[in-house]
T-cell receptor, first 112, second 115 residues
């Protein structure tokens, strides 16, 4: 039972580089979300999706892009990484009619 | 908009002592409330949830929480803390909007357990 799988677990980037954080779930969940976690700030919502082909912005969307071409996958793209994007990123998913979100193990990103 | 306040950034308790972590929320309607725990280097694990009904809810690992509407609180408790409970604890409120399930988190409480 894989649940929510995030890759990679760790990543170091240089300022200006681009990369994609991967998130996949095998529970057929309609909702998927990306959060970032920073010390003293808890988790903040970056982007979310209510189903394939539908995405929307959360609390801190600037500098990030998402797409949802399948129910299973919800990648997060950093087009030009900045040091301010150094953080731990969590992906979560849930069923449409169930309010419990399931989290992946996270991706630790450092931007130098 | 909803918000969650966890007033205690750090808490230290002795093993075997009781624990209470505070959480206050702001939300216009009846909230869905959660407590998550995060061990070092790990993801978030759901401890317990409140949707409706009995205001005292039981969770995993011996934790419980009480919803008090009059105080807008959802405090987490454990009668006897174990060293393995050392972790960071997050309270969250759920907002089911037309745009999907959104969780708003508090800033977390770091629990240290002294042996």
């Amino acid at each position: 039972n894989a649940g929510v799988t995030q890759t990679p677990k760790f990543q170091v980037l240089k300022t200006g580089q681009s990369m994609t954080l991967q998130c996949a779930q095998d529970m057929n969940h309609e909702y998927m979300s990306w959060y970032r976690q920073d010390p003293g700030m808890g988790l903040r919502l970056i982007h979310y999706s209510v189903g394939a082909g539908i995405t929307d912005q959360g609390e801190v969307p600037n500098g990030y892009n998402v797409s949802r071409s399948t129910t299973e996958d919800f990648p997060l793209r950093l087009l030009s990484a900045a040091p301010s994007q150094t953080s731990v990123y969590f992906c979560a998913s849930s069923l449409r009619d169930q309010n419990i979100q399931y989290f992946g193990a996270g991706t630790r990103l450092s931007v130098l | 908009a909803q918000s969650v306040t966890q007033p205690d950034i750090h808490i230290t308790v002795s093993e075997g002592a009781s624990l209470e972590l505070r959480c206050n929320y702001s939300y216009g309607a009846t909230p869905y409330l959660f407590w998550y725990v995060q061990s070092p280097g790990q993801g978030l694990q759901l401890l317990l949830k409140y949707f409706s009904g009995d205001t005292l809810v039981q969770g995993i690992k011996g934790f419980e929480a009480e919803f008090k509407r009059s105080q807008s609180s959802f405090n987490l408790r454990k009668p006897s803390v174990h060293w393995s409970d050392a972790a960071e604890y997050f309270c969250a409120v759920h907002a089911l909007t037309g745009g999907g399930n959104k969780l708003t988190f508090g800033t977390g409480t770091q629990l240290k357990v002294e042996l």
